[in-house]
């Protein structure tokens, strides 16, 4: 039973970064219009050491491909993210963020911040150590 209590926390805990970070994004100026999908994406190509695939990109965030065509799809029209041809290979595209896309990255990393500084206001420094600690613990263990 208290397995099934852990994870229903931490389910409820996400919905709940999700909900605030939706009431937040609407409350910037101009809206961030972002979602936690888009978010990862940008991440995940922020972070990468060369420009990614779609494959990849699906692969890193545990989603099919053709979840993350329709996302990077998206993001290429919205802007923050293009499509470029792949050196190596002309039959392929790699994808990187626009100029707008590491600014608007930058805007949505500030409003996580902004959230779980929120969040975790009255937690004791040493107990968000322990739990960042868990959460690497549960990063590692998942891979």
Do not use: Y
């Not at 998206?74 to 290979?89: A, F, H, Q, S």
């Not at 896309?101 to 040493?126: C, T, W, Y």
Request: hydrophobic share 40%.
């Amino acid at each position: 039973m208290e397995d099934e209590v852990i994870w229903i926390k931490l389910l409820q805990a996400v919905d709940e970064i999700r909900e605030l970070h939706h009431r937040e994004s609407l409350l910037e100026r101009p809206p961030l219009h972002t979602t936690i999908a888009e978010a990862k994406v940008m991440h995940c190509v922020l972070f990468s050491r060369e420009k990614c695939s779609v494959k990849e990109i699906a692969d890193r965030l545990g989603i099919t491909p053709g979840a993350a065509s329709q996302i990077i799809e998206k993001m290429v029209r919205k802007g923050p993210l293009i499509r470029v041809p792949d050196e190596n290979d002309r039959r392929s595209v790699r994808i990187t963020l626009s100029p707008e896309g590491v600014e608007r990255h930058k805007q949505v990393s500030a409003s996580f911040n902004a959230i779980m500084k929120k969040l975790l206001d009255g937690v004791p420094p040493e107990k968000i150590q322990i739990f960042e600690e868990v959460l690497d613990h549960l990063i590692k263990a998942g891979r």
